[in-house]
């Protein structure tokens, strides 16, 4: 966990002055962790999509970078981290949830949540995504291209829910695959709910009218992928 490791840019991203820090990937692989990451305390965009053999056109992204947490406690976006984004990374077996977003306008893209990157079960412990009362804004997947079937998250095989939005207001999630594999054939489901919205949570959008088909007009249903 020397120079170069995701620890040791995490750690320097959080000490930095720059509005916008950028963490990025020259290699592919697995990284496992003997303890947990630190907190995220500022605004930084992990971008996993740089990694050698990350094919950013697919339909379904598959990450080219696993942290396995080993059972330790899963990544913090903590509330200083507004405006942060992770893409491109699979993370699973954490103590806790894979990812939990204390920040704002946090976004969440191109990612497995419980999930290695070749697609086996890496299941978070309490769950796969946890949004507190302190954040609001935040967006559980994209579909920028506007390509019918884009899968933005895969979200599954976690020990509770897939997404607990616990309070907070104005969150977006969409695009996503949650509960099944990443290609949408096989269960591969989470052992509590695939989203939850509770503790008073607000004006958040599950689907909604965030991908509309530019051929037909029909917005997406629940998962957002079509």
């Known amino acids: 966990a020397g120079a170069g ?9 959080n000490s930095s002055s720059d509005a916008n820090n950028l963490i990025t990937f020259s290699v592919a692989g697995t990284i496992s962790l003997i303890s947990a990451l630190p907190v995220i ?6 971008d996993a999509t740089t ?12 990450p080219m970078v696993t942290v396995d947490f080993n059972g330790a406690a899963g990544l913090v976006f903590g509330v200083g981290a507004q405006g942060s984004s992770l ?9 806790d949830y894979g990812v939990t977003l204390n920040g704002s306008g946090i976004t969440l893209t191109q990612n497995y949540i419980g999930l290695a990157g070749d697609g086996t079960a890496l299941g978070n412990q309490m769950g796969g995504i946890l949004i507190s009362p302190t954040a609001a804004g935040n967006v559980i997947g994209t579909n920028a291209s ?13 020990l509770g829910n897939g997404i607990t939005i616990n309070g907070g207001s104005g969150h977006t999630v969409a695009a996503n695959r949650i509960g099944v594999s990443p290609d949408g054939t096989v269960d591969q489901g989470n052992a509590g709910h695939g989203i939850v919205l509770t503790g008073a949570t607000s004006n958040n959008t599950i689907g909604g009218t965030v ?16």
């Open 5 to 13: 490791s995701l620890r040791a840019a995490i750690e320097g991203a």
């Open 41 to 46: 305390g500022n605004s930084v965009s992990i």
């Open 51 to 62: 990694a050698p053999g990350f094919d950013g056109a697919a339909l379904v992204p598959v």
């Open 87 to 95: 893409s491109g990374m699979a993370l699973g077996d954490a103590s």
């Open 146 to 158: 506007g390509v019918e079937g884009t899968i933005s998250n895969v979200i599954s095989a976690n």
């Open 211 to 226: 991908f509309v088909d530019a051929a037909n007009g029909d917005v997406n249903d629940p998962t957002g992928d079509k």
